[in-house]
Each structure stands twice: as structure tokens, then as C-alpha cells.
């Protein structure tokens, strides 16, 4: 049974240019939620989407940050214009239907670093 | 503003000992808390939930919540050095949405 997964692992970008990060939920799974954890801080949530609805964006930047979970295919955290502060782990996670206790389950995550 | 704390540690024990880390949380109408562990460069991974006052075991580790003293711990039996890690308290926020998450106690565990 996968688990969680997201890539890519590691991805670099010059500041300015663009970054997409994808996740797919464990299977049976239809929540998602992304993270971040900049260097020496904790996790800090940033978007909560079902299939096609984002539930809860309260954590997320206003500007330059979207996040969208199609019908079909992965779940996709876009970073725009991306800036040296945007470094960091970017974390998804995943939960089954019914949010009975919400156990939410990570990724290996992704290790973005802007130049 | 809804806050989850930790010692940073670090906190050091030897192997065998039982190892004690502790939470505090600001959000009295909480219901869900978890318990996640992470190695370095690596991602949490989760060890614990506990939802009701009280204790509750899973092998070596032992989850209690105080719901009165907003308080919720875990407890490490005959600790081993590959239990060296940080330990990540998180709170289901009440909307039942984003995990909080503390900025986790470090746990050494020497051979």
C-alpha cells in the first residue's frame, strides 16, 4: 500500500522563475493538506483541498501561492515568482474521508531552494 | 492566536530509561492530538493520537492527555538511540482542519 507521495524531492529555482510541487494522497485517501517547514521552525500549515475544493486556505501567502486538487491526477502546490525566502520543505499530507479523528499522514516531502 | 509548546530541548537520557516529553496548547476546545517523530532530513511520521483524557499505550510509548490542564505528553519505555529524534506535539485545530504543530522537543538517546 503507497503511501504518500510527492516530487519532486528536490527542486531548485532561480528567484523569479516558478515552482510546482505535486502530491499524491495514500489510496482510499481524499483530503490533503500542504505544510511548511522553513529551517529552524516548525511545521506551519497552508492549504487544505478535497478533490477539486479548497476547504482551507488560512495558512497560505495571499500572493504568489495556489494550490489545486483536480478530479484526476495529484494535487499541486504553485509557487510563483519564487523568492530566497521561499526555501524550505514543503510537506503534504493525507487523510481518509470522513475526518472521523483526522490522522494525517506526510510525505517525503519536497526541499525547494531558490538561488 | 492558537499555539502549541514544546521544550526544545535537548533532552538527553540514556538507553533503557524512559524518556518524558510534554505539550502545552492554547486552544481549550480542542479534541485531537497527535504525536509525530522526525529524523533529519526526513519527513514526521506519526507515532501517537489520542483523543480523551487519560492514557493510552502502544508498545514502548505511552500517550497521555489532560484536556482540564491542556496538557498532553508522551512517555518513551527503555529508550534506544535509534529513538534519537525530534518529537513533534500537533493539535487538531478546532475547525477540524490544520494540524498545530509545536516546534518539537529534540530527544538524544545515548548508548
Known amino acids: 500500500n503507497a503511501g504518500v507521495m510527492q516530487n519532486p524531492r528536490h527542486l531548485v529555482r532561480r528567484r523569479g522563475q516558478e515552482a510546482r510541487l505535486r502530491c499524491s494522497p495514500m489510496?482510499?485517501?481524499?483530503?490533503v493538506y500542504w505544510y511548511r517547514q522553513l529551517p529552524e521552525e516548525g511545521l506551519k500549515f497552508m492549504v487544505y483541498?478535497?478533490?477539486?475544493?479548497?476547504?482551507?486556505e488560512s495558512g497560505m501567502p495571499k500572493e504568489r501561492f495556489s494550490a489545486e486538487f483536480p478530479k484526476e491526477g495529484p494535487s499541486i502546490l504553485r509557487i510563483q515568482q519564487v523568492v530566497r525566502g521561499d526555501s524550505a520543505a514543503y510537506f503534504c499530507?493525507?487523510?481518509?474521508?470522513?475526518?472521523?479523528?483526522?490522522?494525517?499522514?506526510f510525505g517525503p516531502g519536497t526541499r525547494l531552494t531558490v538561488l | 492566536q492558537k499555539e502549541v509548546e514544546q521544550n526544545s530541548g535537548p533532552l538527553s537520557v540514556p538507553e533503557g530509561a524512559i524518556a518524558s516529553l510534554n505539550c502545552t496548547y492554547s486552544?481549550?476546545?480542542?479534541?485531537?492530538f497527535f504525536w509525530y517523530r522526525q529524523y533529519s532530513g526526513k519527513s514526521p511520521e506519526l507515532i501517537m493520537s489520542?483523543?480523551?483524557?487519560g492514557d493510552k499505550e502502544d508498545g514502548r510509548f505511552t500517550a497521555q492527555l489532560n484536556k482540564a490542564s491542556q496538557y498532553v505528553s508522551l512517555l518513551i519505555r527503555d529508550s534506544q538511540p535509534s529513538d534519537s529524534a525530534t518529537y513533534l506535539c500537533?493539535?487538531?485545530?478546532?475547525?477540524?482542519?490544520?494540524?498545530?504543530f509545536g516546534k518539537g522537543t529534540t530527544l538524544s538517546v545515548s548508548s
Open positions: 500537533a493539535v487538531l485545530h478546532q475547525a477540524g482542519t490544520a494540524l498545530i
Open positions: 486552544d481549550r476546545g480542542s479534541q485531537s
Open positions: 489520542i483523543y480523551s483524557n
Open positions: 499530507a493525507s487523510s481518509p474521508a470522513g475526518l472521523a479523528r483526522n490522522e494525517q499522514f
Open positions: 489510496k482510499g485517501h481524499s483530503h
Open positions: 483541498l478535497q478533490k477539486e475544493n479548497i476547504i482551507d
